[in-house]
């Protein structure tokens, strides 16, 4: 109808008019360039992924959080992650699909395979216990410990790889937050949401899911 919501052509005014308030920032570019993990994510958990994509080439930040007390244990997304690694002695990748190989780095990669959403939360149990071999063998050489850093990526920084670092902090973290190679301490449920808490102040934005936690859970207390 002629001056309606329909025009001649079959136009609906308003009808993706505004292509960023669907898209969520997320262009051709970036599509192409991220085309796999978008097309392995949940779809509820695709505006936070694109968000991070979007914000990271935006502004080109490399940033990672670091989890106090810790001085030496971080969390990023993936996109935060696959950039030089220098100053990162294990790195935790944990995506439906590993990244890129590392080139020119020392950086010992670890990478955890699981699916977007409950799904890859649930593969997390039987994914994580890949990381202890790894990070024994860094914990116990002593002249390298206090320098030994670890980053844990997600594709949103803020599930997976928080159930992956609880459990790094509730086997390896002692009290002050200095990783050990051995930590001793009688494992309990109060103990692991202690240091659950560690995670809560340091990333308040963080999200892990119930089966997450489930699965690290089954993992520490198994």
Same mark, same amino acid.
């Given at each position: 109808m002629p001056g309606g919501e329909d025009s001649e052509n079959g136009y609906i005014q308003g009808a993706a008019d505004d292509h960023e308030s669907w898209a969520h920032g997320?262009?051709?570019?970036?599509?192409?360039? /991220?085309?796999a993990r978008l097309l392995n994510t949940a779809e509820?958990?695709?505006?936070?992924?694109?968000?991070?994509?979007?914000?990271? /080439?935006s502004t080109g930040t490399t940033e990672s959080t670091l989890v106090k007390p810790t001085t030496q244990l971080y969390v990023?997304?993936?996109?935060?992650?696959?950039? #030089?690694?220098?100053?990162?002695? @294990?790195?935790i990748t944990i995506s439906p699909q590993a990244p890129e190989p590392l080139q020119g780095t020392?950086?010992? /990669?670890? /990478?955890?395979?699981?699916?977007?959403?409950? @799904?890859?939360?649930?593969?997390?149990?039987?994914?994580?216990?890949?990381?202890?071999?790894?990070?024994?063998? @860094?914990?116990?050489d002593s002249p390298t410990r206090a320098s030994t850093h670890i980053l844990i990526a997600c594709p949103s920084g803020k599930d997976h790889s928080i159930g992956a670092a609880l459990?790094?902090?509730?086997?390896?973290?002692?009290?002050?937050?200095?990783?050990?190679?051995?930590?001793?301490?009688?494992?309990t449920k109060d103990y692991i949401k202690q240091r659950l808490s560690w995670l809560s102040v340091s990333? #308040?934005?963080?999200?892990?899911?119930?089966a997450t936690l489930q699965s690290v859970n089954a993992v520490l207390l198994g």
């Open positions: 997320l262009t051709a570019e970036l599509f192409w360039k /991220h085309k509820d958990e695709l505006p936070t992924l694109i968000a991070s994509i979007a914000q990271n /080439h990023s997304t993936i996109d935060s992650a696959v950039v #030089p690694l220098d100053n990162v002695t @294990v790195l020392k950086t010992k /990669h670890v /990478h955890l395979t699981c699916a977007a959403g409950k @799904v890859g939360s649930r593969q997390l149990r039987n994914e994580l216990p890949k990381i202890l071999p790894v990070l024994d063998a @860094v914990l116990n459990a790094v902090l509730c086997l390896y973290a002692n009290d002050a937050g200095n990783l050990v190679p051995e930590n001793e301490r009688t494992m990333m #308040p934005d963080a999200n892990p899911s119930r």
